[in-house]
């Protein structure tokens, strides 16, 4: 018996062949066709009369994703009051993602007029050329460009006598600690350790089991190691400084973080673990917000290091400070205290997200107008992204006079900049992974951030 | 309607005179493919001889990005990593799978529903799956930290020991490849005549028997299909690997895929990623060649 798909294919090759007819399109058909071409000719044409700002954009971070959001659309719509022929285009990405995606498209040709860049990476960026100077955009005067300068951040703007970025705020980090704690193992809540001996001694105090099962259930300090380059920036690189070490030489343009202060920060740091056993062990693995963040606020951490600047928000949403955020005169602290990392001066790391104009920008006199709109002083205190300000005649306000506010600003005034190498993502991945190895492997401090440091050197030195 | 046949040879001798014909009808598409799967993989190539400077002035530099890779300690870690992930995602699931694959395909109650549900895990984004399974390994609450911690007496922080973040790993690869497996191999077990069974078993044969000399050559074709697909996901899995563990702790679970990853998007060293892609691409071929070889071997 013949299949009847047989049968039919049979018929269509003995049929006499039918005049062709013409295909019907529904009329749906040809509204898709329309949208389509028109969408494709939209893309295609460039867009004179708008501006295009690339932000950062992190949907997860609840609350401060809402008033960045608020923020970025006062200022879009304060920029179309002072220019409202022109148009702003926003264009969002991931924090981590917004400096290569800026390389990549200048390398492609896609143009950018305004974006937020990390000041980590503006030595890569002047090495790839994708963001113009900034001076003659702006035309400051000196007493303009001082507002600014007290922020050692502004070095990093600064590459080759170039202004690449300009800051829009200062993130800084500081050692959190519950007052709570501190009371019930007889410690004074106003009296936060000074030195790391002392913070050690403290931590070991605050290290409890409270139930009695022989695990511990409070650790007296969390420090972060995982698997990114907050390891480096936040919990190796203070300690580096401390020890009068640095991880990269400008000069010789090699890594260095091996030298003998390296190894001190890496056994003080493995002995949190170990030693005196006041740290966890998942410290090891999870994002930063886990280990400091959230375990500060749901109390398995007594002393958090490395507190940003950027979590003030979420200490007085907790109700742990008070008139904190925004900033008032009344600002006070109640569960929650602040100090100093208890490292030297000049051992705080100080970032923040600068503003750039892409190399590309069809616009670079409008973008720098529409930087300065961005650098409003009063709106950027409105921006979590922002941070604390940068501007120096703001710090002189009454509500950045309370104490809680003075240690942020102490913090900011005396850190320091990520070292300006090209090749920063991998100089702190390759301490990130060299720390890592030694934590979870056991392996000998001194030997293993030598062949880091040599692998690393071996692939980057000399830039 | 008078029927008429062609024989084959006609229907050869009159298509011979279309070819040129037919050849034009090719065109488009086999300059398409040409244009989007070719040209790339030539360009990467091309990139993978070459070294660009961050201020973009790029060199010719032969195969020493090649020698780079294939001297360093990491790189040849990067490569054992990738082929345990492969082996263990295969070996563990591929039988699991069979075992499902005979339960749906059996005629019991509920087994509509459980084919339903049995692709939750391939639907859910692999991005959300790897947070999931990070929070259930998570040391403090996380049920799969406790229940080890159960069996074994010891707090174990399964993402900061080498150990058990590779285990994760291919445990959520599993997890995600089974039912993908699972279906594909019910679809070629119910094409397999009932009869055949009921002859093997009145031939005598008991379960295991009746899986190698009919389960297993009759799906044999859907077999290959899985193992290949299954060996390119996993070798190309970048972005679970990158949720769960970002490669660490140290490079303890860094794969090939993620170094790529990590050198073209983090470091943006699209030449040194563009080789570590040639390589992987590599190792994917002789995946084929190899399941194609042994196929054709047992067909033989």
Request: aromatic share 12%.
């Amino acid at each position: 018996m013949n299949h009847p798909l047989a049968c039919r294919r049979t018929a269509r090759l003995t049929a006499t062949a039918p005049a062709p007819s013409i295909v019907r399109l529904r009329p749906w058909s040809y509204l898709v066709a329309l949208i389509l071409t028109a969408s494709f000719c939209s893309c295609t044409q460039p867009k004179h009369d708008r501006l295009r700002f690339t932000h950062v954009f992190d949907a997860l971070a609840g609350p401060q994703h809402a008033l960045n959001v608020e923020w970025v659309n006062n200022r879009v719509a304060a920029f179309r009051k002072l220019a409202p022929q022109i148009g702003v285009d926003l264009e969002q990405c991931k924090w981590d993602a917004i400096d290569t995606k800026c390389m990549a498209d200048f390398r492609s040709g896609i143009a950018h007029d305004v974006v937020m860049s990390s000041p980590q990476l503006l030595a890569k960026h002047n090495l790839v050329g994708d963001l113009i100077d900034l001076q003659p955009l702006l035309n400051w005067k000196r007493e303009e460009e001082s507002e600014f300068s007290w922020n050692p951040m502004w070095q990093t703007c600064r590459l080759d006598g170039k202004l690449l970025g300009m800051p829009m705020g200062a993130h800084t980090r500081v050692c959190v600690y519950n007052k709570e704690m501190f009371r019930q193992v007889g410690l004074d809540p106003e009296q936060p350790p000074r030195t790391l001996q002392e913070l050690v001694d403290y931590a070991r105090k605050l290290t409890r089991d409270l139930d009695g099962d022989g695990k511990t259930d409070v650790w007296g300090l969390g420090v972060y190691f995982g698997p990114s380059r907050a390891t480096f920036e936040i919990s190796f690189s203070p300690l580096l400084w401390h020890f009068g070490g640095k991880a990269w030489d400008e000069e010789t343009k090699q890594a260095t973080f091996a030298c003998e202060a390296g190894v001190k920060a890496v056994e003080f740091l493995r002995d949190l673990i170990y030693k005196y056993k006041v740290t966890p062990r998942w410290a090891l693995s999870g994002t930063y917000d886990d280990v400091i963040l959230r375990s500060f606020l749901n109390e398995k951490i007594a002393i958090g290091w490395g507190w940003g600047s950027y979590w003030i928000q979420a200490l007085e949403d907790a109700g742990w400070i008070d008139g904190c955020s925004p900033p008032t005169t009344e600002a006070r602290t109640l569960r929650a205290g602040i100090f100093l990392t208890p490292t030297s001066t000049h051992s705080q790391f100080v970032n923040s997200w600068t503003l750039s104009v892409h190399t590309l920008t069809a616009w670079p006199d409008i973008s720098g107008q529409f930087i300065q709109v961005l650098l409003e002083p009063n709106d950027l205190l409105k921006s979590p992204d922002a941070g604390l300000p940068s501007q120096l005649s703001v710090w002189q306000r009454p509500e950045f006079q309370t104490p809680f506010f003075q240690v942020w600003f102490e913090a900011i005034k005396t850190g320091r900049p990520m070292p300006p190498t090209g090749h920063f993502e991998e100089l702190a991945q390759s301490v990130s992974t060299a720390l890592q190895e030694i934590m979870v492997k056991n392996t000998p401090a001194t030997t293993t951030l030598q062949k880091f440091q040599q692998d690393y050197n071996n692939r980057y030195a000399g830039e | 309607m008078p029927k008429r046949s062609y024989s084959n040879t006609a229907m050869v001798r009159s298509l011979r005179g279309s070819e040129p014909i037919a050849y034009a009808f090719l065109a488009p598409t086999l300059l398409l493919i040409a244009f989007f799967l070719i040209s790339p993989m030539l360009s990467g190539l091309f990139m993978s001889f070459n070294k660009t400077s961050l201020s973009g002035l790029t060199r010719f530099v032969g195969l020493r990005n090649y020698q780079f890779l294939l001297s360093e300690e990491r790189f040849l870690s990067n490569l054992q990593l990738s082929l345990l992930y492969v082996v263990c995602n295969l070996g563990i699931s591929l039988p699991l799978a069979y075992v499902s694959a005979s339960l749906l395909t059996r005629k019991m109650r509920g087994t509509v529903f459980f084919r339903s549900i049995f692709l939750l895990p391939w639907i859910v984004a692999p991005v959300v799956s790897s947070l999931l399974f990070r929070s259930m390994v998570d040391p403090a609450f996380g049920p799969l930290g406790m229940l080890l911690e159960k069996i074994t007496g010891q707090q174990h922080v399964m993402l900061a020991e080498p150990f058990w973040a590779m285990a994760t790993i291919i445990f959520h690869s599993i997890w995600r490849s089974l039912p993908f497996m699972t279906l594909f191999l019910a679809a070629g077990m119910a094409m397999i005549p009932r009869e055949f069974y009921e002859a093997a078993k009145v031939d005598g044969a008991g379960p295991w028997k009746q899986f190698c000399t009919l389960t297993l050559p009759l799906t044999k074709i859907h077999l290959l299909i899985v193992l290949l697909t299954i060996t390119l996901w996993t070798l190309q899995d970048a972005e679970t690997v990158y949720a769960l563990t970002e490669g660490g702790p140290g490079y303890s679970t860094e794969v090939m895929a993620l170094r790529l990853f990590k050198e073209s998007f983090i470091n943006f060293d699209l030449n040194r990623g563009a080789t570590l892609g040639i390589l992987l691409l590599l190792v994917g071929l002789a995946f084929m060649i190899s399941y194609a070889r042994i196929t054709a071997k047992e067909q033989d």
